[in-house]
C-alpha cells in the first residue's frame, strides 16, 4: 500500500505539468501504468517509431489522445523520473498498475509438495515440468487459473499461488500491439540479405519498424551424387500461414529426400536425424515450402546462400519479426 500511496503522489505531481502544442492531448486523470506487452514508442501519436519499451515497465502518464497514451514517466532503477520529451504508446499496451495481468502458460521448475488443504496444491504437489496458468501479481507471486491434467485445461477451484522464482514463463511472446488501420508486412531483399518489418499509417505513410541480416536459399541444384535436389529462396508475395512457437526449440529432421546430401551423412550413418532447437524457437510458417526460422548456427547462416530455401534470422532478431507480424500480414520477396 505504501508503494501504491508512493506511486500515485508521483502521478498526482506529474500532472500539475501543463502541455503544450497541438499533440499535447487531453488531460486525463494522473495514473500509473504497467506495460502488458512490448510497446513501440513514439515521438507523437502515430509518428516514427523511436524505440521498443518491453512488458512490465512501469510509467506514469496524464495525457491521452485517441488510442494514443502520452508518458510523462518512469522508473529506472525504482525511482521516478520525468521523460524530458513526450513519448507515446498504443493504449492497448498498457493497464493500471494494480489491474489484473493476463494469465500466461508457466512451467515448474522444481516438484512442489502438498502446499495447501485443498486444491491444486493439496494432496500429490506437483512435479517438476508440469505446467500450470496464472496471472503476474508483479510481486513476486502467480495466481493460478488452471493446470494441464491429462493434457486439458481444467480451472483452479480455490485462490492459489505460487512464488514466481519457482516458475518459467512459456507461453508464447506477447506480440507488439498494432493501431488500428495500420497495415504490417515483412520485406525480404536477397540482394542484400535484409529482412524489414515495413509499416503502413492509415493516411498512406510508410516506415521500417526493424531491419536484420538474414541468411537464404543456396539457389542452386545439387550434382546427381548428391541428391541432385534444387533449393531456392523463389521472390514473390506470401503470407503468414501461422506462427509456431516452442519453449524447448523447434526440432528440425533430415528428411528421406537430403539422406545423401554431403553434409547430413555422417548423422545419419550415426543414427542421428533429428535436431532440437536447430530452427530456434519460434517460426513464420509462409507457405509453400517455406519458412522464416530462428538457427542456432548464425556465423555460418547470416549473409549467406545455405539454406534449403528458408529465411534464417538469428534468434534474437526472430524474437523482434515474431512479436511485429500476425497471421494473414504479407510477406514480399525480391531481388
Known amino acids: 500500500m505504501a508503494l501504491r500511496r508512493f506511486l ?5 505531481l506529474a500532472a500539475a505539468a501543463p502541455a503544450t502544442g497541438e499533440e499535447a492531448g487531453r488531460v486525463t486523470e494522473a495514473r500509473t501504468l504497467v506495460l502488458t506487452s512490448p510497446a513501440v514508442v513514439r515521438t507523437t501519436p502515430a509518428g516514427d517509431p523511436i524505440a521498443e519499451w518491453q512488458r512490465g515497465r512501469l510509467i506514469t ?3 491521452a489522445a485517441g488510442d494514443w497514451t502520452r508518458a ?3 522508473f529506472p532503477e525504482g525511482r521516478w ?3 524530458e520529451e513526450p513519448r507515446w504508446l498504443h493504449t492497448s499496451a498498457t493497464e493500471p498498475h494494480d489491474g489484473p495481468r493476463p494469465p500466461r502458460t508457466w512451467r515448474l521448475r522444481t516438484p512442489l509438495p502438498p502446499l495447501f488443504d485443498s486444491g491444486l496444491l493439496a494432496t500429490g504437489g506437483l512435479a517438476a515440468g508440469s505446467l500450470v496458468t496464472g496471472r503476474d501479481l508483479g510481486d513476486g507471486r502467480v495466481r ?3 493446470h494441464f491434467p491429462e493434457e486439458s485445461w481444467q480451472a483452479v477451484d480455490s485462490e492459489q499461488w505460487l512464488p514466481r522464482l519457482l516458475l518459467e514463463d512459456v507461453g508464447s511472446p506477447p506480440t507488439y500491439p498494432r493501431p488500428e488501420g495500420f497495415e504490417r508486412w515483412i520485406r525480404v531483399d536477397k540482394d542484400r540479405f535484409r529482412l ?3 509499416e503502413r499509417t492509415p493516411s498512406g505513410e510508410e516506415h521500417t519498424l526493424y531491419t536484420t541480416e538474414v541468411g537464404l536459399g543456396m539457389d542452386r541444384c545439387l550434382p546427381e551424387e548428391q541428391g541432385g535436389r534444387c533449393y531456392f529462396t523463389e521472390p514473390g508475395e506470401y503470407e503468414v500461414r501461422w506462427k509456431i512457437h516452442r519453449t524447448d526449440g523447434i526440432e528440425w529432421c533430415i528428411p528421406d529426400s537430403m539422406a545423401e546430401e554431403p553434409e547430413y551423412r555422417e548423422h545419419i550413418r550415426r543414427g542421428k536425424r533429428c535436431f532440437e532447437g536447430a530452427l530456434g524457437n519460434l517460426a513464420l510458417n509462409i507457405g ?3 519458412a522464416i526460422h530462428g538457427t542456432n548456427n548464425p556465423e555460418d547462416s547470416l549473409g549467406q546462400r545455405v ?14 519479426v515474431w512479436r511485429y507480424v500476425d497471421e494473414g500480414d504479407r510477406v514480399v520477396i525480391t531481388e
Do not use: F, K, W
Open 196 to 198: 524489414e518489418v515495413r
Open 144 to 146: 493460478l487459473t488452471g
Open 72 to 74: 510523462t514517466g518512469h
Open 8 to 12: 500515485l503522489t508521483l502521478c498526482a
Open 307 to 320: 539454406s534449403h530455401g528458408c529465411i534464417r534470422a538469428a534468434n534474437e532478431a526472430m524474437d523482434r
Open 61 to 63: 502518464s496524464n495525457r
Open 81 to 83: 523520473t520525468p521523460l
Open 288 to 290: 509453400g515450402p517455406y
